[in-house]
């Protein structure tokens, strides 16, 4: 977590700078690996810049809220000049009408009933709060990304298997006509294998649009802004694929390790304590307060009609306040102040338990991810075997065309399945990794 919050804090605030350089059209050729997506990500995507800027504001409440422990300064002035019919005076005395009076004032609380620590520790909670909750939204942020790389690969992979079906398709379609032509077969077989090709172009033209698809919600999670001049096909260039590297999962370590890592969960038992702490801050108002001051002051002489007259001198001393009763203010800011504790408290029982939801979810998702991808191993191997033999039999005279073109398609299917299942695969375990809280940002 902490390689996590360093990394995503540098490169969202030192490096921020570099997002304009970057924001040109020369993402369009340049080659794009998942770690290169995911350090453009958090330089350019609108979600994590927004959350850069919550992190600021929370900055702010930070400070505002250690304001209360920390000394006051305030200056003061004031200068007037008095009708003379509104100034009293003694007959025959000389009237002053202009007075004025300057000073600096210095004041330190030093007891509001626990309020000033429970304001530097709710300063520090505050801001724990803040990271973790940015961290929560840039993981969210990587594993959308991720995923997204993996579909536009994935549509990618599937317009080259239907491509491939085509031309399979359309090199029978040839062989029917060329024996149809030379009086082997009959028409039948010719129109059977035209609807064939018929019926597997919508599938490429399908693929092609997710493919467009694929890579437009890319360029959007990377904060792009596409150039007016590209139309439908954005010539995304990336250069890593989808593998199946093996990743084991013990669901109890994983259970804990994100019950003990996950963002979420450290900002909301941060919320468990900055409530229990407005439970002190709300009780203070049954105690005193007590403060201490010292001051600098200058002051005409009221007694000379001379502005210059003046007085000055230094003056300090204590002050203390007690409500005795506010009419049961305190009291009810105590209540909702418990009551709100109590509610954090529920939360974060309830989240701990959404998220080993989630981790047991994802466990199983990558289990049954696993196993379909390994089901499918030998099956593309057997489908071109099936192919060759069903193909050799309809030049042997023993076969029929249904055959071949049922054998086609299985092969189709079989390579479908497989592309699927490996970006399934993939999928599943950063779906994992998010769930247990592990580092998705990219290695340095």
Do not use: C
């Not at 959350?51 to 930070?62: M, R, T, Y």
């Not at 023993?398 to 490996?422: F, K």
């Amino acid at each position: 977590m902490k390689k996590l919050t360093l990394l995503t804090l540098f490169l969202g605030f030192t490096l921020a700078a570099l997002a304009a350089d970057t924001n040109t059209a020369a993402w369009l050729t340049r080659p794009l690996s998942l770690a290169d997506a995911l350090n453009t990500a958090l330089l350019q995507n609108a979600t994590i810049l927004k959350a850069q800027n919550d992190l600021e504001a929370s900055h702010g409440i930070v400070v505002q809220t250690r304001a209360v422990a920390l000394p006051q300064v305030k200056a003061s002035g004031q200068y007037a000049d008095e009708e003379l019919t509104l100034v009293q005076n003694f007959p025959g005395a000389e009237v002053p009408h202009q007075s004025w009076n300057a000073g600096i004032q210095i004041v330190q609380a030093i007891y509001e009933g626990g309020k000033l620590r429970a304001a530097i520790q709710a300063a520090d909670a505050t801001k724990q709060q803040a990271v973790a909750q940015y961290q929560t939204t840039v993981a969210d942020t990587l594993l959308a990304v991720r995923l997204a790389y993996y579909d536009t690969l994935l549509a990618a992979q599937q317009i080259t298997v239907h491509e491939a079906s085509v031309v399979l398709l359309q090199k029978e379609l040839e062989d029917q006509q060329h024996r149809l032509d030379a009086g082997t077969v009959p028409k039948f077989n010719v129109l059977r294998a035209e609807v064939a090709v018929a019926n597997e172009r919508p599938n490429l033209i399908r693929a092609k649009n997710d493919y467009r698809i694929a890579k437009n919600n890319l360029a959007n999670l990377l904060g792009y802004n596409l150039p007016r001049e590209v139309w439908e096909n954005i010539p995304l260039n990336l250069t890593d694929a989808l593998e199946a590297a093996p990743y084991a999962v013990n669901l109890p370590d994983a259970i804990q390790q994100a019950l003990t890592r996950r963002t979420e969960l450290v900002a909301l038992r941060k919320q468990v304590e900055l409530n229990q702490l407005n439970i002190v801050n709300a009780k203070s108002g049954y105690k005193p307060t007590v403060s201490l001051f010292a001051g600098y002051n200058w002051m005409n002489n009221e007694f000379s009609t001379e502005l210059d007259n003046n007085l000055n001198g230094w003056n300090a001393g204590a002050q203390m306040s007690w409500n005795i009763f506010d009419g049961l203010l305190t009291h009810g800011k105590v209540i909702q102040a418990n009551a709100q504790f109590t509610h954090s408290q529920t939360d974060l029982a309830d989240q701990s338990r959404q998220i080993e939801l989630a981790v047991r979810t994802a466990y199983s998702d990558f289990l049954e991810a696993k196993e379909v991808l390994d089901s499918q191993t030998k099956v593309q191997e057997e489908a071109d075997e099936a192919l060759r033999e069903a193909k050799a039999r309809a030049d042997a005279g023993t076969g029929t065309q249904l055959d071949v073109l049922d054998a086609e398609t299985s092969l189709t299917q079989a390579r479908t399945t497989q592309i699927q299942a490996l970006h399934d695969y993939t999928a599943a375990r950063a779906k994992v990794e998010r769930a247990i809280g592990a580092d998705l940002a990219p290695a340095k």
